[in-house]
């Protein structure tokens, strides 16, 4: 589905009009596109028909293209300017002598009729599971990405797709005219690269187009190749299936044998190719295609609707995919259904003080639109993956999920029970992922000579102990080695992944902890139900508008998850459950 900032790669007639469908009927419009040869003018006319009827349609998932750049077609006898990269795709695809019946997202569906936009895209996944092959078009070969003149550009991609069906185990009788040598070997992996890293790959709508059809092509200008034969070659990879080396030299194509730039893009889409046939959690797969970008902020949500298993709803808050919705209405009904799909708060860790892009936006609420550059600080799997290991909130009890909103406070309001551990004394710089072992050791003398100097009392005992911890915390000390995550040893993992965008911090009581980039002094450090780790929240001022005319009392904005050195398994609850109270996060 579409891309870029244009609000359609399609531009019709003022007057054109759409032959009418009904949606409720599984309705919709194919394009039968007259055959024809390179050159001559596109033209089709539609074709009404079902998901469920008896004409066998293709269909096609592409990025836009730039909206300066139209070339015409002609569609029910009235010209119509298509982007240059959307044209390219029909171009190819049409048949020189046979009719080809097309199914294509901007130019099938009435995009000025949000009712039937809604309806449509409610579809999507049986259009795109029901049609007879979906063409994955990644766009022209580029001699300019690759650095060569047309022919030998065009060499090295179909070394590129040949070298992929050897990895997927076929068999050639001679080794390809492409890869006789170890010079075409590195150009040939150099133009799978280009291939991988085209705009297509980073779109969210082309998750669910290439993960619903039951047969797929990968159409790269005039070469193609099946989507299963990458698929395959990507699983060899993974499980270290290699072909002999006098066929591919593995070295030479994938750089020094780095693969995962090929590998990681086919297997997230096979593991959400089985998201349909078995339940997965709604959080997770948000998080793991949350990196892909949409025209629209709400596609985030409304992909996702598309792959959940048959006859599940986990997100009952989002029953189809409306675009009348203001995005920040939608990701808070969607983030209130995560809580409740997990009985708890797993759906605010990560975040690590990440700002948010969407207007209106409470704090407690992802952004899933990905806010752009420096903004997207977000860790998610990193804080996930230590998540079940902590069980802070032991002793105190279940997330009331019938009280998260209330009518006094609004919806934008989020209410949890918890009990309040202690305030932020002071914190240190942010750490950088790059910034070297010795500036965080560094940061750890400047963060107890600020403490100390605010509070005297501390001297002696708690030096020596904030020392010792806030070191044990930069390396991973508190991780079983004997863990393993992704490869790593936990402390490796931990101290690789688990620092950056964060700050050290100690309590006004002398505990010490790691908490996200906005953490400020007057902070509170707070346990809440269904948390497995504290979260750290900033209290609202009375003069905060949010406020209005409440008593600011317990009203706070969410700062994020923070590890507290001896709090994590439930030590700090015990004497304070009795003084548990619901606190309010805006």
């Not at 795109?128 to 979906?134: L, R």
């Not at 949500?301 to 959940?308: F, S």
């Not at 209130?336 to 799909?341: A, E, K, P, Q, V």
């Not at 020596?464 to 080695?481: A, E, M, N, Q, S």
Request: charged residues 25%; hydrophobic residues 40%; negative net charge.
């Amino acid at each position: 589905m579409g891309g870029g900032v244009l609000r359609s790669p399609v531009r019709l007639a003022p007057d054109f009009e759409f032959p009418p469908i009904d949606s409720s009927q599984g309705q919709i419009r194919l394009l039968k596109i007259a055959p024809g040869k390179a050159g001559e003018p596109i033209r089709c006319v539609y074709e009404i028909s079902s998901v469920d009827g008896n004409v066998p349609y293709e269909t096609l998932s592409y990025i836009w293209g730039r909206g300066d750049r139209t070339k015409p077609v002609v569609v029910q006898g009235t010209e119509a300017q298509l982007t240059d990269n959307l044209f390219a795709a029909l171009s190819r695809i049409r048949h020189e002598t046979q009719i080809r019946f097309l199914w294509v997202d901007a130019l099938c569906i009435n995009q000025d009729d949000s009712t039937e936009k809604m309806a449509q895209v409610n579809m999507m996944h049986k259009i795109y599971s029901k049609c007879v092959q979906c063409n994955l078009w990644m766009g022209e070969i580029s001699s300019a990405a690759l650095g060569l003149a047309e022919p030998e550009a065009l060499d090295a991609a179909k070394g590129a797709l040949d070298a992929v069906r050897i990895l997927a185990g076929q068999d050639f009788e001679n080794r390809p005219p492409q890869l006789s040598t170890a010079d075409q070997h590195v150009q040939a992996g150099r133009a799978l690269k280009a291939l991988m890293h085209v705009e297509w790959w980073g779109r969210i709508w082309t998750v669910q187009e290439a993960t619903s059809p039951k047969s797929s092509t990968v159409v790269w200008g005039p070469l193609s190749i099946p989507w299963e034969v990458m698929r395959k070659a990507a699983d060899n990879l993974v499980e270290g299936v290699y072909p002999p080396e006098e066929r591919l030299s593995i070295w030479d194509f994938f750089d020094q044998g780095i693969s995962a730039w090929f590998t990681a893009p086919l297997i997230g889409l096979e593991i959400a190719t089985g998201w349909i046939e078995e339940p997965h959690p709604p959080l997770e797969m948000l998080w793991r295609f949350r990196y892909r970008d949409s025209t629209d902020p709400r596609d985030k949500v409304y992909v996702i609707l598309n792959l959940v298993a048959e006859g599940t709803n986990p997100l009952p808050s989002v029953p189809s995919s409306d675009y009348t919705i203001n995005p920040a209405i939608l990701y808070r009904r969607v983030m209130l259904d995560l809580f409740r799909d997990e009985w708890g708060l797993r759906a605010m860790i990560g975040l690590r003080g990440e700002r948010k892009s969407i207007p209106g936006l409470p704090s407690w609420v992802v952004d899933w639109s990905l806010p752009p550059g420096e903004l997207a600080m977000a860790s998610y799997w990193e804080h996930s993956n230590f998540w079940p290991s902590f069980t802070a909130d032991k002793g105190l009890p279940m997330l009331d999920l019938d009280q998260l909103t209330l009518p006094e406070y609004g919806e934008d309001v989020l209410n949890v029970n918890g009990v309040f551990f202690d305030k932020v004394l002071v914190c240190s710089d942010l750490m950088a992922k790059d910034g070297g072992r010795d500036r965080l050791y560094e940061m750890v003398t400047e963060v107890i000579t600020e403490a100390l100097a605010k509070e005297p009392r501390h001297h002696f005992i708690s030096e020596v102990y904030w020392r010792h911890t806030l070191t044990d915390i930069i390396d991973g000390k508190h991780v079983d080695p004997r863990d393993e995550y992704e490869g790593q040893t936990g402390d490796e993992y931990w101290r690789e992944t688990m620092l950056k965008h964060q700050r050290l911090f100690i309590t006004e009581n002398g505990a010490v902890g790691l908490g996200p980039s906005g953490t400020s002094v007057g902070d509170e450090v707070w346990i809440l139900a269904g948390g497995r780790s504290p979260f750290l929240l900033g209290p609202l001022n009375v003069s905060d508008d949010r406020i209005k005319d409440r008593d600011a009392s317990f009203h706070y904005t969410f700062r994020g998850d923070v590890f507290v050195s001896g709090i994590m398994e439930g030590e700090a609850t015990e004497s304070r459950v009795e003084k548990q109270r619901f606190v309010h996060i805006h």
